[in-house]
């Protein structure tokens, strides 16, 4: 299983509000069932095999030009390890542990 961090990011907008176009991938985000995902402040935690996350993403990274945005900026950050099942919640708890 792999994590990712995902900000997709709709340049061209009137409204400096990123709100519409996040809410619509939120709603797509919902209606799927590939991968795992968790809506934070400043984009969205995704986990899941590879293959699914960068078909997501690719999916995602239409949503601002289907709402009519002129230019998409996507940034994605993806974390896979081979050695062992580690999930987002997995991660978390990892540091908290280091914390105590």
Known sequence: ???ADLTVIGLGRADPSAGPYIAEIQRRLSAQDRVGFRLHAM????????EDILA???ELHSVPFELGLPRVY???KLD??????QSLDDKVE???RRLE
């Open 80 to 85: 896979e390890r081979r050695d062992k099942e």
């Open 56 to 58: 997501v993403v690719a």
């Open 43 to 50: 984009g969205t935690s995704l986990e899941g095999p590879v």
């Open 1 to 3: 299983m792999a994590t």
């Open 74 to 76: 996507t940034v994605l």
């Open 94 to 96: 990892a540091v908290k």
